[in-house]
């Protein structure tokens, strides 16, 4: 379980920063989206997730806007900026060396 | 929004110390966070009682939200914390380069002085501001001087209510700098017991003489690294994200710096000289805090009033 929480602790920024990349949220949906996504794998602590998105946002790789929903009610929607993408692209292929370098090990090819 | 909501708020908007502006976001960004939270519970079946508590559990400590969310917002960019020491560095070259006794520059540095601290007052009030609204008291301190070449009977006269005036300007600055967050008071104030501490040395008398001029030359390079040092340590407070740290930065340097100063011109540095110094230091930290904290309950008592008198 602290294992767990570490993981996602190391790697809240490239989860949102993904997330965001495909539609622009507020707080409360992040975690939602991410709890449906990773089919309950990723619980964001409610209380971690906005000093977080506050530091994307300083960094200059997300921005909030507030908008109205459906109901009148208003929601400070994050997007993705250039800067954000850029980042994102990085971690991407960074991820994907990574996720390869462990499969050669856990799954070594039959010789 | 319950009470006990409220609570939990009210101690994050205590605790985060960040631009106002910013304080609105995040006071209604967790607001409507909270909202949405707790329908979602009591769609689940649990009552308004058991859903406030499961929410507030999940949120997690108020204080950690607002020290991380503080973090998050602290850390000025390398523009701002030279922006923010420029006041020290004009101070320290004006020793440095044997400008102090050019009327010019000093006027320069002057028009500068009130020139950025207005221009940073009506933009947000950023960090860098603090260090230029300092510099706004020594002209008020200067005026002071002049009226003690006033003839005597004019001297008795106006002194009290110089005095009046400046304690009153003093506690102005002090308490709208507290306001906003009362390390900014402390990292305002910050140059003051080094400056009154040159001052009593150069010009121990209060008369400033030809003496004065010479004791002034003497001791210019030394002045000038004393500043030099007040530049720094404003950049790095800037740059820092913990508070705690920048708590330390401040006290340490204040002190070292104040020590330094003593121990040159003296030449010598006993405990009871340096036990004075730490009482002067210690009054620098501990009046902004104080100030801090008795504005905020006058605030809270104003509240209270306000919404007991509409009710009944």
Redesign the interface.
Known sequence: MVQKRELIKGNSDSLLLCLLAQQAMYGYQIIKELEKRSQGYFQFKEGTLYPALHRLEKAGLIIGKWQMLANGRPRRYYHLTAKGHAKLSTERVQWQDFINAVNLILQPAEI | MTTALNHYLEIIRNNLRIDLAEEK??I???E??I???LQELKECGLSEEEAEKTCLG????AK??AR??Y???S?GSWEQAFLAAMPHLLFAALFALNWWHHIGWLSIILVMVIGASIYGWWHGKPAWVFPWLGYLLVPVAAFGLVLLYLPKEWSLLTIPFYFLFALWWLFCIVAQTAKRDWLFSSLMLLPAPIIIGWFLTLVPDAKITAQTMERVNHFAPWIALSFLILALTIAAFIRLRQRWLRIALLIISGLLTLTTVVYYVGGKLDVQTFAGLILVMWGLFLIPPLLERWLRKSRRIYKRHVFSSSHY
């Open positions: 976001n995040v209604s960004e967790l409507t966070h909202e949405d939270k999940l949120l997690g400590s950690t939200i991380q969310i973090e998050a917002h850390q």
